[in-house]
């Protein structure tokens, strides 16, 4: 069965600190792993995007890391600010019938 | 540019009705899909469409109709709701399934009692 696991579940950084989130998955075949920002009460926004052969991507302060051989990603967040709150949820989606496989999201608390 | 919008936001339905909710996009998206979200669990795929006239099944689809008459439009139907099916609803499009960003609505909180 696909599956997609997250950790950790909740973290909680000051201001200013990087933090860096972590996501798993044995969804096969594979065909893109994605990186969505949720806030409270929205729908998820895409932050990364990245294919097989792409190892890193990165959108402003946010760089993703894909190794597909180990089928790990990573997300990391520099100089975090305190509308980085919110919860960061790991997407694979499979090749072929493209079902996309969600993982259950890291919540991200930035305090001041 | 709206982008995708949901209607309605909210809503509360006794065991048995039914109802319908609408996603609309205007980013001309030849892909749409319907999720659900519940606490502690990931997004589920509902349904999705490939395009006008076209739908099929994703991961949790009992219980759940889907139309797509119009590219536009894609409408998530409940013929007797269960309280199984309290959630939180969100549409999505793209342009392509295979690798172009998925723009979400900003979902409808479903509470069926």
């Known amino acids: 069965k696909n599956q997609v696991e997250q950790s950790p579940q909740s973290l909680i950084i000051l201001e200013g600190k990087n933090c860096t989130l972590q996501?798993?998955?044995?969804?096969?075949?594979?065909?893109?792993l994605r990186w969505y920002k949720q806030d409270t009460g929205r729908g998820p926004v895409s932050l990364t995007i990245?294919?097989?052969?792409?190892n890193t991507k990165s959108n402003g302060r946010y760089t993703a890391t894909l190794d597909a051989d180990t089928k790990q990603s990573s997300l990391h967040i520099t100089a975090s600010q305190l509308s980085d709150s919110a919860s960061y949820i790991c997407?694979?989606?499979?090749?072929?019938?493209?079902?996309?496989?969600f993982g259950r999201g890291t919540s991200l608390i930035v305090h001041p | 540019n709206a982008g995708v919008t949901q209607t309605p936001k909210f809503r509360v339905l006794k065991t048995g009705q039914s109802m319908t909710l609408l996603c609309a996009q205007d980013?001309?998206?030849?892909?749409m899909y319907w999720y659900r979200q519940d606490p502690g669990m990931g997004l589920r795929l509902i349904h999705y469409?490939?395009?006008?006239?076209?739908?099929a099944k994703g991961e949790v689809p009992d219980g759940y109709n889907v139309s797509r008459l119009k590219k536009q439009n894609f409408l998530l139907g409940l013929e007797s709701a269960a309280p199984s099916q309290t959630s939180v609803y969100f549409c999505?499009?793209?342009?392509?399934?295979?690798?172009?960003?998925?723009?979400f609505g900003p979902g409808t909180r479903l509470t069926v009692l």
């Open positions: 999505a499009s793209s342009n392509r399934v295979s690798t172009d960003t998925q723009y």
């Open positions: 996501c798993n998955y044995t969804v096969s075949p594979f065909s893109n």
């Open positions: 990245m294919t097989f052969s792409e």
């Open positions: 997407v694979v989606i499979s090749g072929g019938s493209y079902i996309p496989t």
């Open positions: 980013m001309n998206h030849e892909y």
């Open positions: 469409s490939v395009g006008e006239g076209t739908t």
